[in-house]
């Protein structure tokens, strides 16, 4: 839950680039795969910000401080997922993406990918 704090943190900053795709499972693996490339990535990130909302609002009380205008915001700009490379002491590198899927509906490999959750990391072994 810190990292996705972190993701939260760094948008309410203005730290972020976006993009408006297709999102495919393939669109999602080679991003995963040039994120890791970066100098001192140990682990990629994604978050599917709908899941993610639907989970706060369902447990509220689970103790976690979210910035609620910057989910608003990420929700009412209709942003659909965030990316973020990690380094081996869980520090943000770069900037945070934020990912406009233009498709009607999210790719049925990429929903499983992500999990009920909606949140992956994918480390490099």
Do not use: C
């Amino acid at each position: 839950m810190s990292l996705i704090l972190a993701i939260i943190g760094m948008i309410a900053a203005g730290v972020f680039v976006a993009n408006v795709v297709m999102m495919t499972f393939v669109w999602l693996k080679n991003k995963i795969n040039k994120m890791l490339e970066k100098p001192n990535a140990k682990r990629v990130a994604v978050v599917d910000w709908q899941k993610f909302f639907e989970d706060e609002l369902k447990n509220p009380d689970k103790g976690t401080r979210i910035d609620t205008d910057t989910l608003n915001k990420i929700n009412n700009q209709g942003y659909s997922h965030g990316m973020v490379a990690v380094d081996s002491e869980d520090k943000i590198i770069g900037e945070v993406e934020l990912i406009k899927n233009q498709n009607d509906t999210l790719d049925a490999e990429v929903e499983k990918l992500l999990g009920k959750d909606g949140f992956l990391v994918v480390e490099v072994s």
